[in-house]
């Protein structure tokens, strides 16, 4: 019942930026939290940076922690992925998701599977 439809993928150059969109639809009651995940190939789906939705906590990956920056427009009912100094490592599939998290720990909201809405993903390309 919640659709999810991402934008803003593309290729860049190591040093760039990129900012990823993600608009939610639907019953939109049936989630609390939202985030970016992204998958390389070969590599396990792993989580980038989420949200609680609710009251705007953010939680990062290590790896992009100081350079992505997630954010929400509540009335476009949008979550964006600011990216900034983007490297070849950040080379992926990324993904939005979206979920009904019980629990909010780092462990559990940059967890691919407490997720069950997710969207048709953005190829990010970064050269070196």
């Known amino acids: 019942q919640v659709q999810l439809v991402e934008s803003g993928g593309g290729s860049v150059q190591a040093g760039g930026s990129l900012r990823l969109s993600c608009t939610a639809s639907?019953?939109?009651?049936?989630?609390?939290?939202m985030g970016w995940f992204r998958q390389a190939p070969g590599k396990e789906r792993e989580g980038v940076a989420t949200?609680?939705?609710?009251?705007?906590?953010?939680y990062y990956a290590d790896s992009v922690k100081g350079r992505f920056t997630i954010s929400q427009d509540n009335a476009k009912n949008t979550v964006y992925l600011q990216m900034n100094s983007l490297k070849p490592e950040d080379t992926a599939m990324y993904y939005c998701a979206a979920g009904l998290l019980t629990r909010i720990t780092i462990a559990t909201m940059l967890a691919p599977s407490q997720y069950t809405h997710w969207g048709q993903g953005t190829q990010v390309t970064v050269s070196s």
């Open positions: 949200i609680y939705t609710g009251g705007g906590l953010t």
């Open positions: 639907g019953y939109t009651y049936s989630r609390n939290c």
